[in-house]
């Protein structure tokens, strides 16, 4: 039984995590006493305080040169390690991905460079500039390469990008083998989830956006199918309305 991340800085680990090991159970028991526990179906547990904070894609606030001192990224300072498959996609689809690239980040200019150090992705550049090999720098921020070719080529989402991306910032938790609990970066959570906490990152807290359970609901979908995710919007909006 492991934690559910191996050293942070670092994406949450996208295989759920399990909580027998750590503070995931207390935390588990803290939402359930406070009311804070919601369900999206059966075994489908949500932390609904996490999943109720707004959340947008906010590149153009978290881009190095762009962001305020304290600000975060996940593209530019989360460790990302990518599952055997995953990197198996990413090494089979690399020519293409140079010559996508190539004319979008300097990076890419000469070819591909190394793209990974250890299981990590590698993150060039100068201390204070680094991101992922594969975040490409747009006018609006920073943006996802991979993601980029999975629209340009016709690939389905997930084909290239790997599922820690594709799942910021919700955390999965294995409770047993039939439960899961959905939650998110939070700051009750992060430390937890191996993650820089919760305030480094603009996109959480974002003004006006709207909640994670929204926000990701196609993340949910494809983790869970629809009707549950309409569910885990539901609970949310409940216990939001019962929070005021
Ligand atoms: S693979 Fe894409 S989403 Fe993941 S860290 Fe790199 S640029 Fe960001």
């Known amino acids: 039984m492991k934690p559910p991340a191996s050293k942070p800085p670092t994406r949450p680990d996208p295989s759920p995590a399990d909580p027998s090991g750590g503070d995931w159970t207390v935390h588990l028991l803290q939402l359930a006493a406070r009311?804070?526990?919601?369900?999206?179906?059966?075994?489908?547990?949500?932390?609904?305080p996490a999943l109720a904070q707004a959340w947008t894609c906010a590149t153009g606030a978290c881009t190095p040169g762009r962001r305020a001192p304290?600000?975060?990224?996940?593209?530019?300072?989360?460790?990302?390690?990518?599952?055997?498959?995953?990197?198996?996609?990413?090494?089979?689809?690399?020519?293409?991905?140079?010559?996508?690239?190539?004319?979008?980040?300097?990076?890419?200019?000469?070819?591909?460079p190394a793209i990974y150090e250890g299981d990590a992705v590698r993150r060039p550049g100068k201390a204070g500039d680094r991101?992922?090999?594969?975040?490409?720098?747009?006018?609006?921020?920073?943006?996802?390469?991979?993601?980029?070719?999975?629209?340009?080529?016709?690939?389905?989402?997930?084909?290239?990008?790997?599922?820690?991306?594709?799942?910021?910032?919700l955390v999965l938790v294995?409770?047993?083998e039939r439960t899961t609990l959905l939650s998110a970066i939070h700051r009750n959570t992060a430390r937890l989830a191996g993650s820089r906490p919760a305030r480094a990152f603009p996109c959480i807290g974002a003004a006006g956006a709207p909640t994670?359970?929204?926000s990701c609901a196609d993340t949910i979908t494809a983790l869970w199918g629809a009707r549950a995710a309409k569910?885990?919007?539901?609970?949310?909006?409940?216990?939001?309305?019962r929070a005021e």
């Open 70 to 112: 304290n600000a975060r990224s996940c593209c530019a300072d989360l460790e990302l390690a990518p599952t055997a498959p995953e990197r198996a996609a990413i090494d089979a689809a690399l020519p293409e991905i140079a010559a996508f690239l190539a004319p979008r980040d300097p990076r890419w200019a000469e070819g591909a």
């Open 231 to 241: 569910n885990a919007q539901a609970a949310v909006a409940g216990w939001r309305e």
């Open 212 to 214: 994670i359970a929204e």
């Open 174 to 176: 294995e409770v047993d």
């Open 35 to 48: 009311d804070n526990l919601g369900q999206a179906g059966k075994g489908r547990l949500l932390d609904l």
């Open 131 to 169: 991101r992922c090999v594969f975040a490409g720098m747009g006018p609006d921020g920073l943006y996802c390469g991979l993601h980029a070719l999975e629209d340009a080529s016709g690939r389905a989402r997930g084909a290239l990008k790997p599922l820690a991306c594709r799942l910021f910032p």
